[in-house]
């Protein structure tokens, strides 16, 4: 009874239904069992929790609820959120709404952030790619999992959902191999996806050429700056191409209906500091200790691939090669890249077996 219920409060008709028709203390003995369902100890479980029902409260709780149990989650695996959900769930998230403890493990199968370790179970596929990450590529979801448990928690949150996206069957990765070389309409080619195989180094390298400070951008003019960085990162030429720059551009979250500026090229300092960063990074990392600069930039991050969306979700998908294995045990994950400056994580393709970041 109490299953069916959360379903009618994740359908918009049947929930506005239940908002209309039912008492204020039938809606709240409903909100606090779908809560209680989920975890009856939990310190988010105060009684001001109760005191005031909505329809963001209800679907949250709702969402929590059919998590924690094996029918309920069959039911969210055929089921998607609408967009309007999602916003309407993020803005209540915004406003306070929503107990910020509900929202951390909510996002981690309903286990505190800070329990989290890598041979835990985790959600499937599905589960992940329907509801949790459209939630948590809503700045309000980061924003109050960095208030309340500061940068190392919102990493904990980019790290349970990757492990939950590598969780893919092995006919899922040979489709994904499969469908590697057919267009799709809604795709963007580009020469440069191996970038993303960096992403968490690339606030530390634009601080180390003064471009990147206190948090964000010293300037809008500075950011396109950081863009052409990226580009000399990979080709290592002076003059960046603006057709090498869709990638670039995403990852600094510039908007693709920007017009690109006169270009304000990266000194000779700059560049050569970008190649040097580079070539430390290089010596770090166990895959490329052997390697020289032209060879990590032409094996590597010189690499074919695709931006392409998946209802609301970016994705950058990576054509693989054989001596990708050079990359295995890779120290971070390669699932899902996040920025400081970005609202929005991304979503990344790139079908191997052999990163375990």
């Known amino acids: 009874m ?42 988010a479980l105060a009684d001001s929790t109760y005191s005031r029902v ?23 695996s055929q089921h998607t959120p609408s967009v309007s959900q999602v916003t309407d769930w993020a803005e209540a998230v915004a406003r306070g709404e929503i107990p910020p403890e509900q929202i951390a493990q909510l996002l981690t199968n309903n286990r505190p952030s800070g329990t989290l370790l890598p041979g835990q179970p985790v959600c499937s596929l599905l589960l992940v790619k329907h509801w949790l990450l459209p939630l948590w590529q809503q700045s309000a979801m980061r924003q109050v999992i960095r208030r309340l448990k500061g940068e190392r928690g919102v990493r904990q949150v980019d790290a ?77 030429e002076a ?29 000779v300092l700059q560049q050569q500091q970008t190649d040097d960063w580079l070539t430390a990074v290089g010596q770090r990392l166990a895959g490329w200790q052997k390697l020289s600069l032209t060879d990590i930039r032409q094996l590597f991050l010189q690499r074919v691939g695709e931006i392409s969306t998946e209802g609301t979700l970016l994705r950058i998908s990576v054509k693989p090669k054989p001596y990708d294995f050079l990359l295995r045990d890779w120290p971070w994950p390669m699932t899902l890249a996040s920025f400081p400056w970005a609202e929005q994580p991304l979503t990344i393709v790139w079908p191997l077996t052999g990163l375990t970041g």
């Open 239 to 267: 003059d960046p191409e603006d057709e090498r720059l869709t990638l670039n551009r995403l990852l600094c979250n510039i908007s693709p209906f920007t017009s690109i500026p006169a270009h304000s090229p990266l000194s």
């Open 54 to 76: 909505t329809a963001s409260r209800l679907g949250i709780a709702a969402l929590g609820y059919l998590l924690h149990q094996a029918q309920g989650r069959d039911w969210l």
């Open 2 to 43: 109490l299953r069916q219920l959360a379903i009618r409060c994740l359908q918009n008709e049947t929930l506005l239904e239940l908002l209309q028709n039912r008492q204020p203390q039938y809606l709240r003995t409903l909100l606090k069992q779908l809560l209680q369902g989920v975890d009856k100890h939990s310190s």
């Open 160 to 236: 349970y959902l990757h492990h939950a996206l590598q969780r893919q069957e092995v006919d899922v990765m040979r489709d994904e191999i499969q469908t590697q070389d057919k267009p799709d309409p809604l795709s963007q080619s580009i020469g440069n996806a191996g970038l993303l195989l960096l992403w968490p180094l690339f606030p530390q390298l634009f601080s180390q050429l003064n471009l990147w400070e206190e948090g964000q951008f010293i300037s809008d003019a500075v950011r396109w700056q950081a863009v052409y960085c990226l580009d000399r990162l990979v080709w290592g």
